[in-house]
């Protein structure tokens, strides 16, 4: 078996996988390997389903075909219970934190404590303040999540997730729309919880700078596909035109700057056909 | 034609998967109930929004619908003489019908709509999402205590419906229209049977209750998640509520009373 093998060193490995919606292809047979202890990025432009791979990876979603395999545990293969058991040793990070509105900053890190174990509440403090101390938000534990800046929320999320202690966490866009202090702290946590809490971290974003300065490797996906593959640096000397196309953030290149159309003249001629 | 055809199969291909979404739903929610009973706190704080919060509007409802009652059936009742029995009439007509249906209406729009917003703006924020990725189960932790919490308090809505509305037609009834107080309330003690009239007025806000959570809360985890499909499936709740209520009172009385 392959599996058996891989999963020494690859925490997560995704093989074959195919996943459509509706009639749109947004994975054609794609292999990814997660390696323990690494941070791995994801990236490619919004729409190719980035968000659907990690949700593929955490059995929300089920694929057409393939197999992901996750510590050696085929994940749509497992019975509810074991699913549920493997996601206790997962932590997703949601693009909008996904904090539950009705409880405090408190209450939502010693949410997943309270639900999965039996600890006294004295302990749970104790927990709460060193995860919230942990992402600099010790202070902000009686707050309630719409008192807080966008930032801030997905630290709280961030604290939530490592409340029990995974061994992977998924990030789901952790950049997208921070200003440059938020997105320096965001960039120094996930580094530091990486290395000092020796986790596994995917990252799935489309920000190419500071993604790049974290990640020990990095898969490019565009239509369904994987592009270009490598270390940061491979990926900036890539000759692939798309990965440079995609890299330096030009307007027009093998992915057009136009939707496809019908010829423009043609269209500004012709009577206008009403609907 | 053929286009018409089509159609028709698609609407009742649509909602045929929808009723059995909706009643596997309903499994998984009553299954969850098991795991709310050890942790009465859910309970509780759901009891506190779905029943407490409407606690105003079902007793000044019950209030008005009372007095209106206590007007109405004494116009009518002082035509033959029988004022006497207004007490009768205004505790047949709250217990047996206006109270279950009237405070399960109200309860709808303000409980059920507020059900399903929160359930479907729980969705579309991904609170949903991020429970399962926290291997909690929604249906478990959401679902389950707010049902079990509409389940309970529709029945105590309704009585407390009935009990304000007799004391608003006995305050227009003996207060104001002069019908005799011990009158007003020794008939009605006489009249009202306890099975017949009681029990089966608190089968129907039971049946109520549980319709009209179900539908709520389906109809918010089930909602698409974007503001305006949170919107719609808000305006679904009432009227789909509002429908269930008055067509399930049809049914049940006519089983209840029908042998009369």
């Known amino acids: 078996m392959v599996n058996s093998v891989s999963s020494q060193d690859n925490l997560v490995s995704v093989r074959n996988l195919t996943f459509s919606r509706g009639s749109k292809k947004i994975f054609d047979d794609i292999s990814l390997d997660f390696k323990r202890g690494r941070i791995t990025a994801i990236m490619g432009p919004s729409g190719t389903g980035k968000t659907t791979l990690l949700k593929l990876i955490g059995g929300q979603l089920f694929p057409d075909r393939g197999s992901i395999f996750v510590d050696g545990q085929n994940v749509h293969q497992l019975r509810r219970s074991e699913l549920y058991d493997l996601r206790k040793r997962l932590g997703m990070l949601f693009q909008s934190g996904a904090l539950l509105t009705d409880m405090t900053v408190f209450d939502n890190v010693a949410f997943p404590l309270r639900e999965h174990t039996h600890l006294p509440e004295s302990m749970i403090r104790t927990l709460v303040l060193m995860k919230l101390q942990a992402v600099g938000l010790r202070g902000a534990r009686d707050l309630m999540p719409n008192e807080l800046s966008g930032g ?41 919880l990486n290395n000092i809490l020796g986790l596994t971290s995917i990252i799935v974003s489309h920000d190419v700078h500071d993604t790049s300065a974290i990640a020990d490797y990095i898969y490019v996906l565009s239509e369904g596909r994987v592009v270009g593959q490598g270390t940061p640096e491979e990926i900036q000397q890539s000759d692939s035109e798309w990965v440079q196309q995609f890299m330096t953030g030009a307007a027009d290149g093998p992915v057009h700057f136009h939707y496809p159309a019908k010829d423009y003249v043609d269209d500004l001629m012709s009577l206008g056909k009403r609907y | 034609m053929s286009q018409f055809i089509q159609d028709l199969g698609k609407s009742t291909r649509t909602s045929f998967t929808k009723l059995g979404r909706s009643t596997y739903f309903l499994l998984q929610t009553i299954s969850g109930i098991f795991s709310v009973l050890p942790r009465p706190r859910l309970l509780l704080n759901q009891m506190y929004s779905v029943g407490v919060l409407s606690f105003l509007i079902i007793t000044i409802s019950g209030l008005f619908v009372g007095m209106v009652l206590g007007l109405q059936g004494y116009y009518t009742l002082s035509d033959f003489g029988a004022e006497e029995t207004l007490g009768v009439m205004v505790a047949a007509s709250l217990v047996r019908e206006l109270g279950p249906v009237v405070s399960a209406l109200l309860f709808a729009g303000r409980a059920g709509s507020a059900l399903t917003a929160e359930i479907g703006l729980m969705k579309a924020t991904e609170q949903l999402s991020g429970m399962e990725m926290m291997a909690v189960d929604p249906v478990k932790r959401i679902i389950s205590p707010r049902f079990l919490a509409g389940l309970i308090s529709m029945p105590l809505l309704a009585g407390l419906f009935s009990a304000v509305g007799i004391i608003g037609g006995q305050i227009i009834g003996s207060g104001l229209l002069g019908v005799d107080e011990g009158a007003y309330w020794s008939q009605m003690q006489a009249s009202i049977d306890f099975h017949d009239d009681i029990i089966n007025g608190f089968i129907k806000s039971i049946v109520f209750g549980f319709v009209t959570s179900w539908i709520a809360l389906f109809e918010g985890y089930d909602a698409i998640p974007t503001s305006e499909g949170v919107s719609r499936a808000t305006t679904r709740t009432v009227v789909n509520s509002a429908f269930s209520i008055l067509g399930l009172d049809f049914i049940l009385t006519a089983l209840m009373f029908g042998d009369h």
């Open chain 1, 152 to 192: 801030m929320s997905r630290r709280v999320a961030l604290a939530r997730a490592i409340a029990l202690d995974p061994m992977m966490i998924l990030y789901d866009e952790p950049f997208t729309g921070q200003d440059p202090i938020s997105m320096g702290v965001l960039v120094h946590l996930i580094k530091s």
